[in-house]
């Protein structure tokens, strides 16, 4: 009976190691059969039907009306529980489960008949597995789309998300549109002038790569409602500010949070349209931004000049119409805020961080609402379980419960920029290393044309107002005037050497008015206003002011003798009644935003028909080559024409590097890359702005053959990119 007991105990461990070698060897021969299907799908564009003949893999399965499992699946969605199990993978009741031992496997051991632990696998195998994941998963979630089909859910989101990307447009040309006015009407010097401009850009440069980087750590939703509501809040805040300090840093802030519009947008969009809709209906959505334009166009040329519009309290609080501008343009952004807040998260994002639960009802939603939309309400979501990547645990460093507020924010804040920074290495690693170079140029010189011809356009047509207004300037020499009163406007006039004696100025204006040398003795001077008007080495005698905006910044090298100032206005005065220019300047840029409306049409009938390579390409170059008619641009109508030419010729390779750039990167970075390549955007904007606006009244050469040589450069290098037309959505 002793004897027996230890050969017992012999051949059962013997038999248990012949079964752990086949199960080993059975397990070896399914990983490789799933590595080269990886690569064979790989190899062949990733034809995503081969998972409907796949006997292994139950990842996906059609039945006939209801789900297949156990009775888990009554309910919508698996347990927590089960989430990523695999039904291969269980032990059922008789099955061989191992030697039970009270002994623990040593170190660099693992017992017999259980999977290796994640925990003693290297990182480049766990990595490789999710690689593995990533694929199949890209492959099943195409199909899924598929079943949810395209209707009312897709539409919904696509306006939500417009109203979105409309607000970056509108913010875009705010910048432009208040700037002059802004600086007037707070008394900026010229040396702070043009501040405004560059430092709100540089918000959006910010803004877009780290609100790119968050929407892949925290998802597409929350971010962008986040960064929404930061630029609402203070771009209305910036329309009450009265110090253009203040103003500065509310548009900065505002600048900062719009700047995350557009990888979101693009990103989140793209995770629910299938491979055969996303290249059309990516580009439609491209057309909300020239719709923001067009809104801050027209809002401009109807409140901006309408200097009625306004209203003071004092001469210290003024609220102008350009104010009232501002307040309007932020509305698009509030309703987006508000839109938002009734959508869900992204599927695709849910299922990249393992939460396969939310992400099944989200999809069964989609589903649902499209079905119910086309009167279909019967038809059952059969998807039964999605495929989930492995998910690899990060070390982070914990942080201490004694901490105080301050700083337990401060570590959170640079956790989440380390991650995002870990996440912008993955963006130049392979395989989307050379990718991520070739969009970075360009994204840098597509922008730097783009942006800098933007500035040129308008400065130009001022120039060649300005010169034609400056040659109707009326002179006045050596003129004696007595006992007479103005009570009406003086405008573009220079009076030298003159004499005025008891003479009366009220109730009138100073427009673009210079005085030399000139002597005021015994005069009044009641409720005056002056635009561009200045006093140079004149003298003043026994003269008395009240209620006008005249001072010491007017009084250049002028003498006054026994003068009183009573109740002077403070603050800079403006009106845009008196500037010839506004009307003009709001109406071009208006026409210049209606001349993409064409092009928009085109790159979205067109973009899955002729490609996004060929339409970026072609449209780079075809922009560059108009640049070179700007030299026949002579008078004000050539130049308004020629703007409309390159702005409808420029849209497309917009909408097309837009639609590529989603489609290169995988989930994990999607918004990372995005946001990288939109904040390079940004800075070449800068850069634009910068040097065009320089060289607007040297030469044409020079901005010219700039334009057009980093236009051209750009398109050829975007022809190289890979064409991801008939990719899944990585």
């Not at 557009?262 to 931004?289: D, N, Q, T």
């Not at 044309?449 to 050596?478: C, M, R, T």
């Amino acid at each position: 009976m002793d004897d027996t007991e230890p050969r017992d105990r012999t051949s059962l461990m013997k038999g248990a190691k012949d079964i752990a070698k086949e199960a080993k060897r059975q397990a070896v021969k399914k990983v490789n059969k799933v590595v080269d299907r990886a690569s064979d799908e790989y190899s062949h564009s990733r034809a995503y039907h081969r998972f409907q003949d796949e006997d292994d893999a139950d990842f996906y399965s059609q039945p006939e009306g209801n789900y297949e499992g156990n009775h888990a699946n009554d309910e919508e969605g698996s347990s927590d529980a089960t989430e990523g199990h695999d039904d291969e993978d269980e032990m059922y009741e008789g099955e061989y489960q191992g030697i039970p031992s009270d002994s623990k496997p040593g170190d660099g051991q693992v017992a017999l008949g259980r999977p290796v632990a994640d925990g003693l696998k290297d990182r480049r195998e766990l990595e490789s597995e999710r690689q593995a994941d990533e694929e199949e998963l890209a492959q099943q979630y195409e199909l899924i789309i598929q079943e949810c089909g395209h209707g009312r859910f897709q539409w919904q989101l696509f306006f939500t998300l417009g109203l979105a990307l409309m607000s970056d447009g509108v913010e875009v040309f705010v910048v432009g549109f208040v700037l002059p006015s802004a600086e007037t009407d707070m008394c900026v010097p010229d040396s702070s002038s043009g501040w405004l401009g560059s430092i709100v850009y540089l918000g959006m440069m910010v803004g877009a790569f780290f609100w790119g980087g968050m929407a892949d750590k925290v998802g597409r939703r929350q971010c962008l409602l986040i960064c929404m509501s930061v630029n609402g809040f203070f771009a209305f805040l910036s329309s009450f500010v009265q110090s253009y300090g203040f103003f500065l840093l509310c548009r900065t802030i505002a600048g900062f949070g719009i700047g995350g519009a557009v990888p979101i947008v693009f990103s989140y969009f793209a995770e629910v349209l299938s491979r055969e809709k996303r290249g059309e209906h990516l580009s439609w959505l491209c057309m909300f931004w020239m719709i923001g334009e067009i809104y801050a166009s027209a809002m401009a040329w109807a409140i901006i000049p309408h200097y009625g519009w306004s209203f003071s309290m004092g001469s210290a609080y003024q609220f102008h119409s350009w104010r009232v501008f501002v307040v309007v343009c932020a509305l698009p952004c509030i309703c987006s805020v508000v839109a938002l807040t009734f959508m869900p998260e992204s599927p695709r994002f849910y299922l990249e961080v393992g939460k396969h639960d939310e992400a099944w009802m989200i999809l069964k939603q989609i589903h649902d609402t499209n079905m119910r939309a086309r009167g279909q309400p019967e038809k059952v979501f059969t998807v039964n379980r999605i495929k989930i990547p492995k998910q690899i645990d990060e070390f982070v460093e914990m942080h201490t419960e004694s901490s105080n507020a301050v700083s337990k924010v401060i570590f959170r804040v640079k956790t989440e920029l380390y991650g995002i920074w870990l996440t912008l290495l993955k963006c130049f690693i392979y395989p989307v290393k050379d990718n991520t170079v070739k969009l970075a140029i360009v994204w840098f010189t597509l922008s730097f044309g783009y942006y800098g011809l933007s500035v040129w356009f308008p400065d130009v047509i001022k120039h060649l107002q300005a010169d034609e207004y400056a040659s109707k300037v009326q002179l006045h020499n050596n003129e004696l005037t007595e006992d007479f009163t103005f009570n009406f406007t003086l405008e573009n006039q220079i009076h030298t050497n003159g004499v005025f004696i008891n003479d009366r100025f009220v109730n009138m204006k100073f427009k673009s008015v210079t005085f030399i040398n000139t002597t005021f003795q015994n005069c009044y001077f009641e409720d005056v206003t002056s635009v561009g008007c200045f006093f140079r080495n004149c003298t003043f005698i026994d003269a008395f002011f009240y209620n006008t905006d005249i001072d010491d910044s007017k009084l250049i090298n002028t003498k006054v003798t026994n003068c009183s100032f009573h109740h002077n206005k403070t603050g800079c005065q403006m009106t845009f009644d008196d500037d010839y220019s506004a009307y003009w300047v709001y109406f071009v840029n208006f026409l210049g935003t209606l001349a993409v409306l064409p092009g928009n049409i085109v790159s979205a009938l067109l973009m899955d028909k002729i490609g996004r390579l060929s339409m970026l390409g072609f449209s780079m170059v075809l922009s560059g080559i108009s640049c070179f008619f700007l030299w026949f641009g002579t008078s004000e109508a050539m130049m308004i024409g020629m703007l409309c030419l390159y702005n409808g010729l420029s849209i497309s390779a917009w909408n097309s590097l837009d639609v590529v750039t989603v489609e290169l990167y995988p989930t994990d970075r999607r918004g990372t890359g995005f946001g990288f390549c939109n904040a390079l955007c940004k800075f070449a904007a800068v850069l634009g702005n910068l040097i065009f606006g320089s060289l607007v009244s040297i030469t044409k050469a020079i901005p010219i053959l700039l334009a057009s040589s980093v236009l051209v450069g750009g398109g050829l290098v975007g022809l190289r990119l890979p064409d991801t037309r008939s990719n899944v959505l990585m």
